[in-house]
């Protein structure tokens, strides 16, 4: 079986309902699945360290880098949403063409403000609420 790489440039992202693109995202990653813990379960008689996973399932986080403006609605609505603790609907549509898509729900949170190449940027992380929905 073999795989195509599919680059992020050329990549959207979008949130809220309806789906509107973010502008100024100037990098992505993200979401990565995985266990919470794991527990270990060593007994007395093992011959090596024994673990076992959590049963609580961790579905990750995106970050993105933002070129902040203030009179953006969507950098508005992600401000609002971290400060209000309120989740926020996002689809990633990945590739040039945008041929392969992820969405999901997530709690955001924002960075300090920060100098990015003379310009106001922020990162923002997206923790997902649910396993994201993958999609061709």
Same mark, same amino acid.
């Given at each position: 079986?073999?795989?195509?790489?599919?680059?992020?440039?050329?990549?959207?992202?979008?949130?809220?309902?309806?789906?509107?693109?973010?502008?100024?995202?100037?990098?992505?990653?993200?979401p990565?699945?995985?266990?919470?813990?794991?527990?270990d379960?060593t007994?007395?008689?093992?011959?090596?360290?024994?673990?076992?996973?959590?049963?609580?399932?961790?579905?990750?986080?995106?970050?993105?880098?933002? =070129?902040?403006? &203030?009179?953006?609605?969507?950098?508005?609505a992600? +401000?609002?949403?971290? !400060?209000?603790? #309120?989740?926020? %609907?996002?689809?990633?549509?990945?590739?040039?063409?945008?041929?392969?898509?992820?969405? =999901?729900?997530? &709690?955001?949170?924002?960075?300090?403000?920060?100098? +990015?190449?003379?310009? !106001?940027?922020? #990162?923002?992380? %997206?923790?997902?609420?649910?396993?994201?929905?993958?999609g061709?």
């Amino acid at each position: 079986m073999s795989y195509a790489a599919v680059t992020h440039q050329g990549s959207i992202l979008q949130m809220g309902s309806p789906l509107v693109t973010i502008s100024g995202v100037t990098d992505l990653a993200g979401p990565a699945l995985g266990i919470t813990a794991f527990l270990d379960s060593t007994a007395i008689n093992d011959a090596a360290k024994v673990f076992r996973p959590d049963s609580l399932t961790d579905y990750g986080e995106v970050t993105f880098d933002l =070129y902040y403006n &203030y009179a953006d609605t969507q950098h508005a609505a992600l +401000k609002a949403a971290a !400060v209000g603790k #309120t989740t926020i %609907a996002f689809k990633e549509l990945v590739g040039s063409p945008q041929d392969c898509s992820a969405t =999901y729900t997530a &709690y955001v949170s924002m960075s300090e403000l920060k100098n +990015k190449n003379g310009f !106001v940027a922020v #990162t923002v992380t %997206a923790k997902l609420t649910g396993a994201p929905q993958v999609g061709a």
